[in-house]
């Protein structure tokens, strides 16, 4: 089992910066981490993917040179680093972890999920 709390959402002007953290427990060795949000009627959609090296990332197109997902093992915790918000990046954000270890987007590859954390940013 592997728990994941997330924390570090809020409100935040547009081109302002958040860092959302994602803190793990229990049996999370080669876990790989993503990070998805999801907004009011809307899908939840991949942001950002890390290895259980923190060797290998992925980004959303969306997201790509504004965002950076870092990970601290002696921590147990994921960072997403989001700069210059926009609007648009509005939503509840959550963490996953999967066992598969690869840098995937898709949703269904990850088997345990966080409880989410609001961002808002206005314009």
């Known amino acids: 089992q592997v728990q994941l709390v997330e924390s570090g959402g809020g409100l935040v002007q547009a081109g302002g910066s958040l860092r959302l953290s994602c803190a793990a427990s229990?049996?999370?060795?080669?876990?790989?981490i993503g990070w998805f949000r999801q907004a009011p009627e809307k899908e939840r959609t991949f942001v950002a993917a890390?290895?259980?090296?923190?060797?290998?990332?992925r980004y959303a197109d969306s997201v790509k040179g504004r965002f950076t997902i870092s990970r601290d093992s002696a921590k147990n915790t994921v960072y997403l680093q989001m700069n210059t918000l926009k609007p648009e990046d509005t939503a509840v954000y959550y963490c996953a972890a999967s066992s598969r270890d690869i840098l995937t987007a898709a949703r269904q590859t990850y088997e345990y999920w966080g409880q989410g954390t609001q961002v808002t940013v206005s314009s």
């Open positions: 890390i290895t259980w090296s923190g060797r290998g990332t």
């Open positions: 229990g049996r999370t060795s080669n876990y790989g």
